[in-house]
C-alpha cells in the first residue's frame, strides 16, 4: 500500500514538474521574442532615417548578415544541437538568445537617437537634433520644488538628468518629446526615458539647488529619495511668488 501510494506521490509530483518546466520554457521564449521584435523595429527605424544614405545601408545590412551568424555560431559553440543538457536547456538557449539579441538592440539603437555634438568619434552616427531657443519647452519648478511637465506637440524638449555636473557623464533619467528616444529607453537611463512628468507613474522630480549651469534635482519614489542628478538650468523656469 506504501509503495502505491510512493508512486502515486512521485508521478503527481513529476507531472506538476513537467507543467512548471514547459511554462518557464514558454516564457524564456516569449521574452526572446520580445527581444527579437525590438530589434526588427530598431532595424526598419535605421533603414528609414538613413535612407538618403545608400553607403551606410549597405554596410549597415552587411553587418546585420554578419551578426546573424555570429549569433547562430555563438548559439552552436555554447549549446551545441548534438549534445543534450538536461531539461532546462530551452529556457538557457531563450536565455542566452535574449541576450546576446538585447546587447545588439543596444549598439544599433546609437544610429536612431545619435551622438553628443563635439564627440569627434561618432563616425556614420548621426548628430543629435538639436533644440532651438525659438521651439524649447521648458519644465516648471513649484513653489515648494517639485517639477511639473506636460509634453506640447507643438514644442520640444530633451532634458537629461546627468550623473555629474557633465554633460557628458552618465545619463540616469529622460525627458523627451522624441519617441525615438523614450520608446525602449535608447540612451539606457537607469531611473527610465518619459514623455514628461505625468508618465513617471511612481516617480517624482524635486528641485534642490542651483549650482551654476545646472539644477541639482531630486529622484524621489513613494515620497523617498531614492537618487540626485543634474539637469540642465535652461530647461526650467521657476513659478513667480
Not at 524564456?28 to 538618403?52: G, M, P, R
Not at 543534450?84 to 538557457?92: A, F, L, M
Not at 550623473?163 to 520608446?183: H, Q, R
Request: net charge neutral; with cysteine.
Amino acid at each position: 500500500m506504501n509503495k502505491i501510494l510512493f508512486i502515486i506521490f512521485l508521478t503527481f509530483n513529476l507531472a506538476c514538474f513537467s507543467q512548471t518546466q514547459a511554462e518557464m520554457n514558454k516564457q524564456a521564449n516569449a521574452e526572446f521574442n520580445a527581444s527579437d521584435k525590438i530589434l526588427n523595429e530598431t532595424y526598419k527605424t535605421i533603414l528609414s532615417e538613413y535612407k538618403t544614405d545608400p553607403s551606410f545601408l549597405e554596410n549597415l545590412k552587411k553587418s546585420q548578415r554578419i551578426w546573424i551568424q555570429f549569433r547562430d555560431a555563438e548559439m552552436e559553440m555554447k549549446y551545441p544541437s548534438q549534445s543534450e543538457y538536461g531539461s532546462v536547456q530551452p529556457i538557457c538557449r531563450a536565455s542566452y538568445m535574449k541576450e546576446l539579441t538585447d546587447n545588439r538592440i543596444k549598439t544599433l539603437q546609437k544610429w536612431i537617437v545619435g551622438g553628443e555634438e563635439g564627440d569627434v568619434c561618432n563616425g556614420s552616427v548621426k548628430i543629435l537634433e538639436s533644440i532651438s531657443t525659438d521651439t524649447m519647452q521648458k519644465a516648471s519648478i513649484r513653489k515648494e520644488g517639485s517639477i511639473w511637465m506636460n509634453a506640447n506637440m507643438k514644442k520640444d524638449h530633451r532634458i537629461f538628468g546627468y550623473e555629474k555636473k557633465d554633460v557628458y557623464s552618465a545619463k540616469m533619467i529622460l525627458l523627451s518629446i522624441f519617441t525615438n528616444e523614450v520608446k525602449n529607453n535608447p540612451f539606457d537611463c537607469k531611473h527610465g526615458a518619459f514623455y514628461d512628468t505625468t508618465e513617471m507613474k511612481d516617480l517624482k522630480l524635486k528641485y534642490v539647488a542651483t549650482e551654476n549651469d545646472f539644477l541639482r534635482i531630486e529622484i524621489l519614489k513613494a515620497g523617498k529619495k531614492i537618487d540626485e542628478v543634474y539637469m540642465l538650468k535652461k530647461w526650467f523656469e521657476f513659478e513667480e511668488e
